[in-house]
């Protein structure tokens, strides 16, 4: 499912387009494209994301991009298998919004503020200052787990990038987020930092991501790049997770 860090390479994509009149517009999936307003004629001038949201301000308009499990959004491509929605402009670029189980949404709002707030999303991941994220820590009984993919709380962690924050924090995806203690919770808060950053930093150099990080290895046959254990997995808000039972401690 793309989180914050696909969101963010896609927003750079859109960006190449920033500036250039549309042409036309052809929507290929009603169930994920709803827009009332003709785009024709219009131009790009803000593209800015927001947890798993992309935004790009159209003249009057305001579009908003939401993936699903599998959408993307790619410029100047020629793939046409399981396409969505596409933004033509009169140089000739395009925009495609490709998505194959076909669950995210393509729709116009009025007002960003008033869509955070109907959406009670928390604050940017990257954004979030410390203060605000310990006094969620020590508000809430959640586990470790839920609390990162609470978008009410924190706005674009999923799944995966959730297991990575753990692990790089050694600590036990079930465990009671309020019972971390201080020196903890500012641990886990620069992990969602650098966790997110570094995984911007490879999709936009096209690198792998660090071997020493747990996503390389997430799979059910998959060894601990720290103590060559086993890693473990268990379901969690109806999603695998992934841990290394003996590097992350239970609190």
């Known amino acids: 499912m793309p989180e914050l860090p696909e969101v963010e390479f896609y927003k750079k994509e859109a960006e190449k387009c920033l500036g250039e009149e549309i ?24 593209v800015f994301r927001y947890g ?10 305001c579009l908003v991009m939401h993936f699903g499990m599998t959408g993307k ?31 995210g949404k393509v729709f116009e709002i009025k007002s960003f503020k008033q869509f955070l707030k ?9 954004r979030i200052g410390y203060k605000e994220f310990y006094n969620s820590v020590k ?3 959640s586990t470790a787990k839920s609390f990162l993919m609470n978008q009410h709380l924190i ?22 987020i309020n019972h971390l203690l201080d020196e903890k919770i500012e641990v886990l808060y620069k992990n969602v930092k650098l966790v997110l950053n570094e995984v911007i930093k490879s999709k936009f150099e096209n690198k792998p991501i660090p071997d020493n990080f747990l996503i390389p290895h997430r799979n059910k046959n998959g060894i601990c790049p720290v103590c060559k254990n086993k890693i473990k ?6 999603r695998t997770s992934y841990f290394c039972d003996n590097c992350q401690k239970i609190y």
Do not use: W
């Open 139 to 141: 508000n809430k009984k």
């Open 155 to 176: 706005s674009g962690i999923g799944n995966i990038y959730s297991d990575e924050i753990l692990f790089q924090s050694k600590i036990y995806p079930l465990s009671k």
């Open 118 to 126: 109907e959406k009670h999303l928390g604050k940017d991941a990257l």
């Open 73 to 103: 959004l790619i410029c100047n491509s020629k793939e046409q298998k399981h396409l969505c929605f596409k933004m033509d402009f009169k140089n000739g670029k395009s925009l495609l919004y490709i998505s194959v189980r076909k669950l």
């Open 233 to 238: 997995y268990v379901k969690i808000l109806s």
């Open 52 to 61: 798993k949201y992309l935004f790009m301000q159209i003249d009057g308009n």
């Open 23 to 46: 042409k036309f517009t052809t929507s290929y999936c009603s169930k994920i494209v709803n827009l009332k307003n003709s785009l024709k004629g219009k131009r790009i001038t803000k």
